[in-house]
């Protein structure tokens, strides 16, 4: 008896579900790796979009050493992480010892006949003396020395994924230190959203002609209704294709998303395996509560952040929208954000400009007002290591750039008032 909780897993490997995209031989490019390839493999694409679940699939973690670039704060911490795994020693002693053996001797006479007998001992007795001495000499290796030699020694794939979380000024020297190893034919891959926070211009200058790259593209519908045909059919449930086109339609190109839609409606429905096949039957009310649900559950905290701005103040101005509500500028941004329904895109300011206008019964702030706030929001949005930052602004371009499906799908269906 299959359950909806083991077909329908986001976040989880989707045993059940894992569409493997065949037409893009994502797993041929990936498993030659394994084969002494000899290059760094980079696996990029937007977030949620597959990259992980894709390189468990080649590369199991019982087989792997996994790193998560959000834990890794200085390149130290990388080394730890692979001699922690690997179950490795910094330390080692050595004893040397000295041993030294004396002996003392002696002779004894003896004269004398049947009659009388005289002895005469000088010395009778004769035995040894030992001395020791043992030094023992100990040292400590670096890290980075043992990790490597580890790796060598053993051969061990290493996976590094969100290497975009690693700090930049980091990320070309890990690279350079894995060279000679990848060199050496070790598979070693990372996993990257092809944005700012990856340094790839770095990592390519440290492995010129070295470099396999491996891009995730945006799931299209089709393949999201893989998802719902796929784990409902094991149901014993038939989906209408008009309810699976939607779902991948608010999907943003996330199979993350499409897991999420599926188990909601799945737990809405209390759906359980059948013994027959009969449609699933759900109105659009009842699609759209799913939708709001997942949304609050995934995108509230991040957004409730990024309206709060970099600090809490009392004496920011309030603005009135449309609908009657007040709100400061951070608030009223992200109001604008919403009315656009923003998918995975790059927001012109002019675009912006217009949806704050929309929104808003009073007048709408200066450009570089909202400059400060979009720039104040991509800090905040950098820093949460929660997640992948949501959102990245190029002041120089006055450009805003929605990078998290999760956000993005939270401005289209999530509760816009803060608590």
């Known amino acids: 008896m299959l359950r909806y909780q083991d077909i329908f897993v986001p976040g989880g490997f989707p045993r059940h579900t894992y569409n493997p995209r065949v037409e893009l031989q994502l797993e041929q490019k990936l498993s030659e790796a394994k084969e002494n390839l000899c290059k760094l493999v980079t696996i990029t694409g937007q977030t949620k979009s597959g990259k992980t679940v894709l390189a468990r699939k080649i590369f199991p973690p019982e087989e792997t050493i996994w790193i998560d670039g959000g834990t890794v704060s200085e390149e130290e911490v990388f080394w730890q992480v692979i001699i922690e795994q690997m179950d490795l020693f910094q330390s080692e002693e050595k004893e040397t010892g000295e041993q030294t053996t004396g002996k003392i001797g002696g002779k004894a006479k003896a004269e004398g006949s049947i009659i009388l007998a005289k002895a005469s001992a000088e010395v009778s007795t004769e035995f040894e003396k030992t001395k020791s001495s043992s030094i023992t000499k100990g040292r400590t290796l670096s890290s980075r020395v043992i990790a490597l030699s580890g790796l060598r020694s053993y051969k061990i794939p290493l996976v590094v994924d969100d290497f975009h979380y690693i700090p930049r000024d980091k990320q070309g020297g890990i690279v350079r230190a894995l060279k000679p190893l990848i060199f050496e034919g070790l598979p070693v891959v990372i996993i990257a959203i092809p944005h700012r926070r990856y340094d790839a211009l770095k990592v390519e200058k440290e492995m010129t002609g070295r470099i396999s790259p491996i891009d995730i593209p945006t799931w299209t519908e089709n393949e999201l209704e893989f998802i719902p045909k796929t784990g409902f059919a094991l149901l014993n449930y038939e989906i209408h294709v008009d309810l699976s086109r939607q779902l991948a339609l608010q999907a943003i190109g996330s199979p993350h998303l499409m897991q999420d839609f599926c188990r909601g409606i799945s737990k809405f429905l209390q759906i359980i395996q059948q013994d027959s096949l009969i449609r699933l039957i759900i109105n659009r009310a009842q699609v759209e509560s799913v939708y ?120 289209r269906w999530g509760e816009l008032a803060t608590q």
């Open 292 to 411: 709001r649900e997942v949304a609050e559950t995934i995108g509230r905290p991040i957004f409730e952040k990024l309206a709060r701005g970099p600090r809490q103040r009392t004496d920011r101005l309030q603005r009135k929208l449309k609908d009657g509500r007040t709100v400061d500028i951070y608030e009223l941004v992200l109001h604008g954000l919403a009315h656009i329904s923003p998918g995975l895109v790059s927001i012109e300011y002019e675009e912006l400009r217009t949806a704050i206008r929309d929104v808003s019964s009073a007048q709408i702030p200066q450009l570089h007002e909202v400059a400060r706030v979009l720039k104040h929001m991509s800090t905040i949005a950098a820093s949460d290591q929660s997640s992948t930052p949501v959102i990245d602004f190029e002041e120089e371009e006055k450009k805003l750039h929605i990078t998290d499906p999760f956000f993005a799908f939270y401005l």
